[in-house]
Structure formats: structure tokens, C-alpha cells
């Protein structure tokens, strides 16, 4: 049987482990579209308030807090990453130094 959240856990951790004992946690979100990519995203300590899923049809869902019971009808993900990080007449990204 095979299990892919092993293999993702085990590479975010080495990931993790490149940043030192003492650093911050480098992830700050992680996206998957599977609930084992959430529990992959937990193993290394990243909020689940900040660990979405996105299902085939595109919607976003928050399914770690959905089993605790908690419910949204849409997620504001202003709420999670800068919006100035965004030129949205261009449709490009920009390096944002808040992330460090």
C-alpha cells in the first residue's frame, strides 16, 4: 500500500532541518488536495488554520478545522499572505521580505 504523506512529511522535515535547530519555522501555509497533505503540513508545526485543501473542482477548503467542527463559507486568504505582494495589473508576484 502506498502511503505519499511518508514521503511528504519525511521531505518536509529535511526541508525544516536545512533552516537549523533555533530557526523559525520556514513553512508559513501549505496547500495539498488531500486531507494527508494537511496531516503532512501538521507534522511540522504549521497552523491549521493556515493548511488548505483544494479539491478537483478548485474550491478551497480549511479540512483540519472543518473535523474540529469549525465551518466557513469562503477563505480570505488576504488574511494569510500580503496582498502587496501581488501587481495586479500585471498578474506577477513579487519577492516580499515580510517572510523572513
Known amino acids: 500500500m ?3 504523506e511518508v514521503f511528504k512529511m519525511a ?7 536545512l533552516f537549523g535547530e533555533h530557526a523559525n519555522n ?9 486531507i494527508t497533505d494537511a496531516l503532512s503540513y501538521r507534522s ?6 493556515r ?4 479539491d478537483s473542482s478548485g474550491e478551497v477548503k480549511m479540512e483540519l478545522l472543518e473535523l474540529a467542527g469549525y465551518k466557513s463559507s469562503y477563505v480570505c486568504f488576504h488574511l494569510y499572505i ?3 505582494m501581488f501587481n495586479l ?6 519577492a516580499h521580505d515580510g517572510f523572513r
Open 89 to 94: 495589473g500585471t498578474n506577477q508576484v513579487h
Open 82 to 84: 500580503p496582498m502587496s
Open 2 to 4: 502506498r502511503k505519499p
Open 51 to 54: 493548511i488548505f485543501t483544494i
Open 44 to 49: 511540522v508545526n504549521v497552523p491549521s488554520a
Open 26 to 34: 520556514p513553512f508559513y501555509a501549505g496547500f495539498g488536495n488531500r
Open 11 to 17: 521531505c518536509l522535515r529535511d526541508i525544516q532541518r
